[in-house]
């Protein structure tokens, strides 16, 4: 029974190291996006992806990645997000 319960141990401890790291890459990824037109930057975070996401809905448009927008796409977004901010935050 002692080599079962080291083989457990040893199994227990690799996931204990293994879990934290497979869990970190299915989070929502953050990240800085240089804004060209208005010469300033965003968090591309849960806030501006909401943001993003009002957009396309407004302007009715498809499910796009903002990183796949062509840039005159891209100009329109920070054009109307910059008619949209919320006091406070940029």
Do not use: K
């Amino acid at each position: 029974m002692g080599l079962i319960a080291a083989r457990f141990r040893v199994l227990l401890v690799g996931a204990a190291f293994v879990i934290p790291v497979l869990a970190a890459g299915c989070g929502p990824h953050v990240y800085r996006v240089y804004d060209p037109y208005y010469t300033d930057y965003h968090v591309w975070d849960d806030h501006e992806r909401s943001y993003y996401n009002q957009w396309l809905i407004e302007t009715h448009r498809p499910r796009v990645e903002y990183r796949q927008l062509r840039g005159d796409d891209q100009r329109q977004y920070w054009t109307w997000r910059h008619s949209h901010v919320e006091h406070g935050r940029p």
